[in-house]
């Protein structure tokens, strides 16, 4: 029997969810900066960062393991790196503020890069990416997360799941944008299989013994493995050394100390390169964006797939006709604001 | 049998190798760029990127698909993107122009790059990589090569082997670095088992049909596989997006375009982004080159490896004992000179 569904507006959606996240102690600052992130991620179909990740924030809202009132401040030397220190707040507000002044220094210098320091992160990076993109610039972002990878190798969780994303602006189309865990699977999905009581596949982890599992909680007690063998571990392990020892904040082992469990949102830094097409194409022969464009056409044409196609399908979907929520969501929504 | 080996001091490589290419028409800034790169990959043990590598560039020398007395020129606008025009030369003259105006860029704005036009690429990006964190600065380089590789999902070569390298500077050690394919295999691996007559794994390839192959020739005809899946392809089309689309420079499938064929060097661009971890890491607690060495001896001790460990092993025995060539490779350098 299917489950009778709610649907709402994204407008909706985003009242509530800031509703929730004042009530729980937030500045309206705070508030609407975090729930950007999370409507957008159920506004594009992706469950593992959506409304899924409320509890997640709440939780550590509750524990005190956020300041929920900081205002994040922005410091700029005029050199190409400019710093947001979110005072130990949600990463998005952060973002936000830094975003414009990275954008304009990229545009100035060519290249130009953004350090989050000290904030708890709970979000995907593809938002802040398609920010930059809407913006004109390529952008690369990575951070780590919490030691939950073992090195290619090895059998101890070490590294982050370390997300690494990167966008392309596209005129007139969603942009080029990729964002993916450096583990093969992202420690939500591991959550979300938990949560449903089915099993993992076989490659995605190993137990506290260094074993293949299955067993999504195992898994979760043991280690992930990162992506593409020890390539994927490379780039992981580079991901720790520039977003979290070169930007002096913690690294995916350290944030895991520093709260003793996965079950708040880790506080580290986040690191944003942002290119200008333009100028570094400056004086070159042809456009970038029209360039760009017979690469996407020869992917697309011999029937591959452009990263986050199945999100921009969704988003085109929700932005006409809503969101839809179970009731068991919906519930969860009520019960945050109770 | 075993077979004869020769034994050659690194200097004595090096001047070998500098005669064959001045024989061969470069200029002596060409022909020592040139020449230490593939002394570099020997003394190291990398075979796929050592004297190997000297019959390719001849091979491009002689079918005038390479300027051999070009002089590289840079151009700097005081931004964060340095340039140097190669003029169709190699890359390593390029490279090694204009690595102290990026470093002294890097270390004023924090993080600066490099672009290189306009050359003929055959090395690896490693020894470029070394230079700059022998100089302190952590940095990233990748550049497309030859259409040769299918996204995920499709069937064609489309994407190049398109490497990636990055190292971080660890003071009176061997430096982090990584430099790969985001092919499965390097398209090198694939041509040392078709002259070995030496099967390939099933899944670095696909033939002409788009069905799996072994066969190193059927590979070399068809396409190769990215590493991890999706992740990779996407990291490769970033890769021919930022240092082929975004530089003005040839992607992959244009240098295949360019040439009509696999067999010469590559004529294309390349990307280099450097850091500096003092820059970035000032003001904020703990020293990142102590910081980093606790994470690699976290990595090394639970029994995983880092990257390169092999090639500085041997580096270090070649650099004391000198580098064995077989009576084969001795061969084909002396008739290099003929």
Request: charged share 20%.
């Amino acid at each position: 029997m299917a489950q009778e569904t709610s649907t709402l507006s994204i407008s909706e959606l985003s009242d509530l969810v800031v509703k929730i996240f004042e009530n729980a102690g937030l500045s309206g600052q705070q508030a609407s900066a975090t729930a950007d992130v999370i409507v957008a991620g159920e506004r594009d179909g992706c469950k593992s960062h959506g409304i899924y990740r409320i509890e997640g924030c709440l939780r550590t809202i509750a524990a005190g393991k956020v300041e929920p009132k900081a205002k994040p401040e922005l410091t700029d030397d005029g050199s190409a790196i400019l710093r947001v220190d979110a005072k130990g707040a949600f990463s998005p507000a952060a973002f936000k503020l830094g975003a414009p002044a990275l954008a304009e220094r990229a545009r100035q210098l060519g290249v130009a890069s953004l350090v989050i320091n000290s904030c708890t992160h709970f979000s995907a990076l593809w938002p802040e990416i398609e920010t930059l993109t809407d913006m004109g610039l390529a952008a690369l972002a990575i951070c780590p997360s919490y030691a939950s990878v073992a090195p290619y190798g090895g059998k101890e969780p070490l590294l982050g799941t370390n997300p690494i994303a990167f966008g392309w602006p596209r005129p007139s189309k969603h942009p080029y944008v990729f964002d993916f865990a450096t583990s093969i699977a992202a420690r939500g999905e591991i959550e979300l299989h938990r949560r449903a009581g089915t099993q993992i596949p076989e490659d995605w982890a190993v137990d506290v013994d260094g074993e293949p599992t299955t067993d999504p909680e195992k898994a979760l007690a043991g280690a992930m493995m990162p992506f593409g063998a020890h390539k994927g571990s490379a780039i992981s392990t580079m991901i720790e050394l520039l977003s979290g020892v070169m930007i002096g904040d913690m690294t995916s082992p350290e944030a895991l100390e520093n709260l003793g469990n996965t079950t708040l949102s880790p506080h580290h830094g986040e690191l944003i390169i942002a290119f200008s097409p333009e100028k570094f194409a400056a004086g070159r022969p042809g456009n970038p964006f029209v360039r760009a464009e017979v690469l996407f056409d020869a992917i697309l044409g011999q029937g591959a797939r452009l990263p986050s196609q199945r999100r921009f399908a969704m988003r085109d979907q929700t932005m006409r006709d809503g969101v839809q929520l179970t009731s068991d969501e919906m519930q969860s929504l009520q019960s945050f604001l109770a």
